[in-house]
Structure formats: structure tokens, C-alpha cells
């Protein structure tokens, strides 16, 4: 089979992490695997799947609107050029005419269940696709069984032809890390507090950013030596937060470092007393996951996925300012609670591999074959 690589952004988030995790696993398991991607991205992809033959497209398609008119034909020629008998496109679109049996992964239903908390121009756009890949694809990969079950129940999607791959968390980034991690971690966000609670993810209207900002103030404005708040990852679109920021105090201690370098996330996330994760709409929920498996104590929602990633490993809130405060103020008052969700936490997230992902994908391209 062939993979579709060049939706992968510059930055490697999203998509990338999970096309990036799955490749390798995918050879592990004794796929024949092809990957087209960007030219930009020879030299990663020649280095993480030694012996794999890889085929850049066109430089002159790095820009979003040239890939995608690109994907129509010359993906296409490319995937037969690498033999393909199945092409995998990992990101929602797929080329209408493929002339072979194509994989889409849809990523969640929340364009369609939470169409609000997108940009419009988004909105539109994955919706539209969704829909057309549902319609076209051989087999559509969704990576929770929430996410299918609402596809089905939004827009009248045919579930058996809906194959569930939970993502996985790789052991060698995401583990309970040492001590010099954790300082490493605090030296680099100069941190002043003791403790502190962290949130990871783009800062998007469904990751209510803005609750969990009230919500700690709330949890720990009457505390003598308050835990700060680290608010880390990519500044989205949720224009309430520079709001909600501006009133907090000036003896709470809030930082928003934006994007922290891949190798300190582990330190971070195993940190924290508290990884707090009050997403409103998930279609599976990735951070939550790794920090599950770096021995975070997790705070979190029932929206959609979550709690089928979380399960009894972790402790659910209503997202809402008073919920969020509630939630924080138990678990940071409550150092047992903490370490027994942190040794359920990392016991779950073992059972999250790439492997397990990449079978589940394996058996999807077969299903596609004999369809």
C-alpha cells in the first residue's frame, strides 16, 4: 500500500504526529509500504523508514491550495508509480478519481457535532470532505468508537464501513521521566510556583481555555502559596482568552509558552500536579493519552472520546468554570488521589500502542482490497 504523506505540516502537529507514529509501525508490522510526501520531508521520512521507497512531490506543492488541486491527479500517478494496490489518505480528502482502492482517516465529527467552535471556512471544508470520503472511500479509519457512532448518527454514515483505530502513545517520548526532566522543564518556563497545573493543545474555542483559565482561579485564588497555571501549545483562534487573562491576578502566576519543544513534554506533563484537558469535543483525545502515560494525574471531560481514552484512570469534570474549579481544588488537595489515578494512568496508556494501530489499520487496507 501506499500512504499519502504530504498533508503533513511543517510544524508536525496533528496529522503529523499521527502519520509519523504510524508509518514506522506499519513497517514493523510487515506492511509492503510506498509513502509519497513533500519534498521538504525526504530527508525525515529516508531516516525514520530506512529501505521504504519514498517519492517527494513537486515543491510546488507546499502551499495548502496547490495540494490539494495536486492530490487529484498527480497523487494518483505517484501511488501507481510506487505499485500501490491500496492508497491510504490520512487527512479527510482523498483524489475523487483514484483509479484504486483508497483509506481515508476522518479524525472526528466534531466539524458536523460542535460546527461553531470552528472557523467557517473550516467548518465548510471538512464537512464537505467528510462527507465525500464517506461516499467514496473503500473504508473510512476513524480513531474512536464514539467518533463513528457519531458519524453515523450526525449524517447517516454506513458504520461497517468504518474501521476504529485507537491511536497509540510511543513509550520512548511518553514515559514517566526523572527528576532532571521535571527541572529541565522549569528552568526552561521560569516557573516561579512550587507546583503548577498544565494544559497542552492548541488553544481553540473546543479546548475551553477560557473555563479552565476561570476555573483555576477559582481552585486556588485563597491558596497562600497557589499552584500556577501553564496553558502550553499553539495559539489558535479563541479570541475570549486574552480576556479571561487579563483579569487574573497578579499574584496568580499564568504562563502561555506556546509550542514547547517535543523533548520537554514529557517533563511537563509528568510535572504537573495536575494535567488539566477540559475539551468540550474530541475525536479521540491524543494529549490526554500522553500524559496518561507520563503518570500525569488527568483532569478531563466525558465530551465525546475522552472517556473512552481515560477510562477510570483518570477524573472527569463538567466543563465549566465551577466544574473545572471543583475538579482542581479536589485533586490538588488530595496528594493519595493523585498517585492512585497516576498509577491507573500509566497501566491504561500501556494499552495504547502504535502496533495495536497499525494491525487495525493493516486489516482496514485488506477490507478495502476485497471490497
Given amino acids: 500500500m501506499v500512504v499519502d504523506a504530504t498533508a503533513v505540516p511543517a510544524d508536525r502537529g496533528g496529522v503529523g504526529r499521527y502519520v509519523d507514529s504510524l508509518l514506522p509501525a506499519l513497517v514493523a508490522e510487515g506492511a509492503d ?157 521560569g516557573l516561579r510556583s512550587r507546583r503548577y497545573v498544565a494544559f497542552l493543545g492548541t488553544i481553540e474555542p473546543r479546548k475551553n481555555v477560557p473555563a479552565l483559565i476561570e476555573g483555576w482561579m477559582r481552585a486556588v485564588g485563597d491558596q497562600p502559596d497557589p499552584p500556577a497555571l501553564v496553558v502550553a501549545g499553539g495559539r489558535g483562534w479563541d479570541e475570549r482568552v486574552d480576556e479571561v487573562v487579563a483579569r487574573v491576578p497578579d499574584r496568580l502566576e499564568l504562563l502561555l509558552p506556546g509550542y514547547l519543544p517535543l523533548d520537554l513534554l514529557a517533563g511537563f506533563l509528568s510535572g504537573a500536579d495536575v494535567v488539566a484537558y477540559p475539551s468540550t469535543a474530541e475525536g479521540f483525545g491524543l494529549p490526554v493519552l500522553e500524559a496518561m502515560a507520563c503518570g500525569a494525574a488527568v483532569l478531563t471531560t466525558r465530551s465525546l472520546a475522552l472517556s473512552e481514552v481515560g477510562g477510570d484512570a483518570v477524573e472527569y469534570v463538567e466543563p465549566t468554570p465551577a466544574g473545572i474549579a471543583d475538579g482542581l481544588r479536589g485533586l490538588l488537595d488530595d496528594e493519595t488521589r493523585r498517585a492512585e489515578l497516576s498509577a491507573a494512568a500509566v497501566r491504561r496508556a500501556a494499552g495504547f500502542t502504535w502496533a495495536a494501530c497499525a494491525r487495525e489499520h493493516l486489516r482496514s487496507y485488506a477490507r478495502a482490497l476485497e471490497a
Avoid: N
Fill in 33 to 189: 509500504l510506498g509513502v509519497v510526501c513533500q519534498a521538504a520531508d525526504l530527508d525525515h521520512y529516508g531516516t525514520l523508514l530506512p529501505g521504504v521507497d519514498l517519492l517527494g512531490a513537486p515543491a510546488s506543492i507546499a502551499e495548502r491550495p496547490a495540494r490539494l488541486a495536486w492530490e487529484q491527479v498527480g497523487l494518483p500517478t505517484a501511488a501507481r508509480r510506487l505499485g500501490a494496490e491500496v492508497l491510504h489518505c490520512p487527512h479527510y480528502t482523498l483524489p475523487v478519481r483514484a483509479g484504486l482502492p483508497v483509506v481515508t482517516t476522518l479524525h472526528d465529527a466534531t466539524f458536523f457535532t460542535h460546527g461553531a467552535m470552528h472557523q467557517p471556512v473550516k467548518r465548510v471544508f471538512f464537512r464537505g470532505w467528510t462527507r465525500l470520503s464517506l461516499r467514496l472511500a473503500r473504508r473510512c479509519i476513524v480513531p474512536s468508537r464514539a467518533t463513528r457512532d457519531e458519524l453515523a448518527r450526525v449524517i447517516g454514515a454506513d458504520a461497517d464501513r468504518i474501521d476504529v483505530a485507537h491511536h497509540g502513545v510511543d513509550p520512548a517520548r511518553f514515559s514517566v521521566p526523572g527528576d532532571d526532566a521535571r527541572t529541565a522543564v522549569r528552568k526552561h518556563l
